[in-house]
């Protein structure tokens, strides 16, 4: 039975992505959330279409000038990763002894050997990131949970296979968590293994006991 995608991007991030404004990894997760979400596809092309009327009403040379800047400005703020839009066919990815689909957005990424660091019932593949922005696969096998935490920055959870569950509900294929320092969360999976793209412009903090003696080594593996 396909899952059907209840947690999407708001409105704003769907227009900033389209304008080429947020930050590459960002952009990253939008992307690989159309390549999963039709109702969010929908979304971007009335967006788009609107933005190409609202062009075409300008007069003649202000519509030419703001067009070359938009074009020049998609082209140099548009992340490599996201470049290629048009090509949305998921690959399949050899994942701890399995293979699994994951969105197009994602192939460029994921060309070299992936090197997982493995935490308990957690595994982690670094794929991008400058300084603390940080994009990373999580791979949390069954019965397994993160420890309680809340977040510094944004903390944005893609989901590409399976399901996973905090406090305020769960969460599928194409599932768009994000959380901010205003929430504190304990993921986990229950019956079956799931796999998540995670994007973190800070830090996380565990909460709890000795997890949290983790805080200062958590750029190891997250």
């Not at 140099?76 to 399995?98: D, G, K, Y």
């Not at 959380?179 to 229950?190: A, E, G, Q």
């Not at 796999?195 to 997890?211: E, M, Q, R, Y």
Request: aromatic share 4%; net charge negative; proline share 6%.
């Amino acid at each position: 039975m396909i899952h059907a995608v209840k947690h999407h991007p708001a409105l704003e991030l769907l227009e900033q992505y389209i304008e080429a404004s947020l930050a590459p990894e960002l952009s990253l997760a939008i992307a690989a959330h159309l390549d999963l979400c039709p109702h969010c596809q929908r979304i971007k092309m009335d967006l788009e279409a609107e933005a190409g009327t609202a062009l075409a009403s300008l007069p003649e040379e202000q519509a030419a000038e703001t067009e070359w800047q938009q074009m020049l400005d998609f082209i140099t703020a548009q992340p490599e990763v996201v470049a290629q839009m048009q090509q949305r066919q998921p690959f399949a990815l050899q994942i701890q002894n399995s293979e699994i689909l994951v969105p197009a957005s994602l192939k460029p990424l994921l060309h070299n050997k992936l090197k997982w660091l493995n935490l308990g019932g957690i595994s982690t593949a670094k794929l991008a990131g400058e300084d603390q922005h940080n994009v990373s696969l999580l791979y949390i096998r069954k019965d397994s949970e993160v420890p309680q935490h809340t977040h510094l920055g944004l903390e944005i959870t893609l989901v590409l296979k399976g399901k996973i569950y905090d406090e305020s509900g769960c969460y599928g294929e194409g599932d768009l968590l994000i959380n901010t320092p205003d929430h504190t969360h304990t993921p986990r999976t229950m019956s079956e293994d799931c796999l998540c793209l995670s994007v973190l412009t800070a830090p996380l903090k565990f909460k709890k006991g000795l997890t949290r003696l983790l805080n200062p080594l958590q750029h190891l593996f997250y």
